[in-house]
């Protein structure tokens, strides 16, 4: 009887895991993917590079805001049942991506998008200890989900490039119709109802953390916009102080998302600092990135996606390698190694021009995925384990809302730096020492 039970367990647990990886897939293959597509999203729907900062951030923007409040719901009501309403949400969301007639529109999925994106991954991460009680088989399932979301951000680009220029940018958006659907009909028959707690939520600190975040990034928007709009920077300049003064209120009030433990912990704000200034490199140099390739190198959309895929490639390199010298050196000298290899890739990448061969974007390419991606490991390491056993959970969620705020207003800052420039010179270089002050204050880091 046994040896006929374990290899249907073995099928079961390989297709949860699969039900389980591709929600997960899917948020990391969307901060990727839309990248280029930027340029025939803004033919298609005549808007400006500003239009095409809302797009990409109104998912990040929302996905920062609620990642935390994202991991409460699923401890409530159950990590199965957030799940499944976070696949309805980005599948319905990502047809009303495919189907928008305006940047307006497309604005407001995509902030459905990000609330499906803030279910999805901590739900996800339950999902998996749930299904795989054993420590040994646990670990080898969340090396795989982390896998998945490597090669979802890696082929993002290319797929991007060969579906916006072959089909049309919506593609993009519907190819995440079927996958959800998919997934939602796996999780269903693979993994059972997972209980809730009744775990009390922090509205006010959340809303407070929403409202500061959405203000800061809509601030460095709008004031990269020519003409500057003085009604809604005001807005959003009112919005962020707001939201900052209220999360403080809401901190020392004991309101707020984060214990008091961790809040004081060097180690812990260390590591979710390393973790924006990471995305904000990054994802703010992707985003001006693949409108050079376009715009000022005439590249196609599917030769820009395959342009950019050194620096994709590279990311499962460094990140092995990263998990590999973080064991054996600490976090803290791979966190320097790697910021300041990123540092150096984002200067080289700021000195290219129309006339650059590509040999040497490739190279500047190279050291910036790998510098982000050497790091990952390690700043996820000293997250760990600053926060303990008690809040391992929770510190995992800040430091990736970290890490999406970063992508937001890296996104902002670098492109409305472009737009005022006309080059790349001042966004990256701009990119590039953000790196650097981080990989200084790492040697800072107990």
């Known amino acids: 009887m046994t040896r006929t039970l374990e290899p249907t367990r073995a099928a079961s647990g390989g297709l949860a895991l699969t039900a389980i990886s591709a929600g997960y897939f899917l948020v990391i293959l969307d901060t990727t993917i839309v990248a ?48 499944q309403v976070g696949l309805a949400f980005f599948g319905v969301a990502s047809l009303a991506c495919a189907a928008a007639p305006t940047v307006a529109v497309l604005v407001a999925a995509r902030i459905l998008q990000g609330i499906g994106a803030a279910l999805l991954i901590p739900a996800s991460l339950a999902l998996i200890r749930h299904t795989y009680p054993d420590p040994k088989d646990r670990a080898r399932a969340t090396g795989i989900w982390g896998a998945i979301g ?118 812990f704000v260390g590591s979710s600092l390393i973790g924006f200034a990471q995305n904000f490199g990054f994802y703010g140099q992707l985003f001006v990135i693949s409108l050079f390739f376009q715009r000022s190198l005439h590249y196609s959309p599917t030769t820009a996606g395959l342009a950019l895929l050194p620096e994709m490639a590279i990311g499962i390199v460094g990140s092995a390698l990263g998990g590999r010298m973080t064991a054996r050196y600490g976090p803290r000298r791979v966190i320097l190694i790697g910021m300041s290899t990123g540092a150096a890739g984002l200067f080289g990448l700021g000195c290219v021009g129309p006339h650059t061969p590509y040999p040497v974007i490739a190279i500047a390419l190279l050291l910036t995925g790998f510098g982000m991606a050497l790091t990952m490991p390690a700043a996820t390491s000293l997250t760990v384990s600053a926060a303990g056993p008690a809040h391992t959970g929770l510190a995992a969620a800040a430091f990736n809302a970290a890490r999406q705020f970063g992508s937001a207003l890296g996104v902002a800052v670098l492109a409305s730096l472009m737009t005022l420039t006309t080059g790349l010179a001042l966004p990256l270089a701009t990119a590039a020492l953000v790196y650097l002050t981080a990989a200084i204050c790492s040697r800072r880091i107990p």
């Not at 340029?39 to 923007?61: F, I, K, P, Q, S």
Request: aromatic share 4%; proline share 7%.
């Open 150 to 267: 490597s090669t979802a951000a890696s082929c993002g680009p290319v797929l991007g490039g060969v579906l916006s220029e072959n089909i049309g940018w919506p593609a993009i958006f519907a190819v995440n119709v079927p996958i959800c659907a998919l997934a939602a009909v796996l999780l269903n028959r693979t993994v059972p109802p997972v209980l809730g707690a009744a775990q009390p939520i922090p509205v006010f600190g959340q809303a407070a953390a929403a409202l500061a975040v959405a203000g800061v990034t809509a601030t460095a928007i709008l004031a990269g916009a020519r003409p500057v709009p003085p009604g809604p920077l005001t807005v959003a300049v009112v919005a962020a102080v707001a939201g900052l003064l209220l999360g403080v209120h809401a901190a020392r009030s004991g309101k707020g998302l984060l214990p008091n433990s961790l809040r004081r912990s060097h180690a």
């Open 36 to 83: 280029i597509a930027l340029d025939r999203m803004a033919v298609g729907l005549h808007t400006t590079v500003a239009g095409l900062e809302w797009v990409v951030d109104g998912y990040t923007v929302t996905l920062a805001a609620l990642l935390m409040a994202g991991g409460g719901l699923a401890d409530r009501f159950g990590a199965r049942r957030s799940f």
